[in-house]
């Protein structure tokens, strides 16, 4: 991939990595002090997940269409990176940081600490099933670990987009509990 230059800066693959860092940054703020009061009752904490989880699928659709330019011998700009990280890390701030929040406040007293765990739990789970994914598909493809693929990608889409389907339909008969954010959200 071909680098780019930001004020002055060369961009490449290396620098890229920091994207998600300074991204996370930016968006965490701005959801919350701008994006979240304006939309009220559809900022509710499921429904941030949700749409999260959707913005997710997403992200993975962009890098296939990116990833098969590249797979037909396309020299493309690194730049070209800074999309599907916008959309994967406005993800992963209304996943992770509202899940985080939802399961804090939804514990009982005694077990946020086991809630927090069980989340922690399920990140390394998620971890675990892509590996497992990658080492049987890169095994039975070719016999060699390439997780780098259009058809991958695709994948996941795929998969991150039933899962989120899922996680709508259960969420949509979800009751928070009193005197909590989701309850005052939906109050708005």
């Known amino acids: 991939m071909l680098k780019f230059t930001v004020l002055g800066f060369v961009v490449g693959a290396e620098e890229m990595q920091s994207a998600n860092a300074a991204l996370v940054m930016i968006l965490v703020p701005l959801l919350t002090l701008v994006v979240y009061p304006r939309i009220g009752r559809f900022a509710t904490p499921l429904k941030r997940i949700s749409v999260g989880l959707f913005l997710t699928a997403a992200s993975y659709v962009i890098v296939a269409l990116i990833q098969q330019q590249v797979e037909s011998g396309a020299q493309i700009s690194v730049a070209w990176q800074v999309v599907?990280?916008?959309?994967?890390?406005?993800?992963?701030?209304?996943?992770?940081?509202?899940?985080?929040?939802?399961?804090?406040?939804?514990?009982?007293?005694?077990?946020?600490?086991?809630?927090?765990?069980?989340?922690?739990?399920?990140?390394?789970?998620g971890s675990l099933v892509v590996t497992a994914i990658t080492k049987v598909l890169s095994t039975a493809a070719s016999g060699h670990a390439d997780s780098v693929s259009t058809g991958r990608f695709y994948l996941y889409a795929w998969l991150t987009c039933a899962v989120a389907i899922l996680f709508s339909m259960v969420a949509f008969r979800y009751q928070y509990a009193k005197g909590t954010v989701g309850e005052e959200a939906l109050k708005r």
Do not use: C, R
């Not at 993800?91 to 005694?110: H, I, K, N, R, Y």
């Open 84 to 125: 599907p990280y916008i959309v994967l890390t406005t993800a992963e701030v209304l996943v992770s940081t509202t899940g985080l929040e939802f399961a804090f406040t939804q514990a009982a007293p005694e077990l946020k600490s086991t809630i927090m765990s069980f989340w922690l739990l399920t990140v390394a789970f």
